[in-house]
């Protein structure tokens, strides 16, 4: 499996940006795939993700509300909607994707999603500036 990740850039508070992963080789049945972000002196951190299956979605406290997670399965593309970028924001943003047997629960789901140590297939990271 290899993900690209793209459409970081420079934003301005309030602002909004997308980025783009765009998946290849995948054989597995079922996908777990997640955005995590990386700031300076930071530990990553899991931002958002989407099952490959059933569509269910995470997005952690700090970004509920104003980020979205999606998916193109036609494309093989997961897409993060990133509006009411706050300074705070600024950070690498890495898409990451995760395989195991499809279970059906969320809380499952959830522990595959927050978990970077659950992913096993990263892309090189994008970055993302907030600032005026």
Known sequence: VQLQASGGGLAQPGGSLRLSC??????ADYYYIGWFRQAPGKEREGVSCISSKDGSTYHADFVKGRFTIS???????????????????????????????YTGSYSVFLTQCTSRFAMDYWGKGTLVTVSS
């Open 71 to 101: 998916r193109d399965s036609a494309k093989n593309t997961v897409y993060l909607q990133m509006n009411s970028l706050k300074p705070e924001d600024t950070a690498v943003y890495f898409c990451a994707a995760g395989s195991a047997p």
């Open 22 to 27: 765009v998946g290849s080789g995948f054989s």
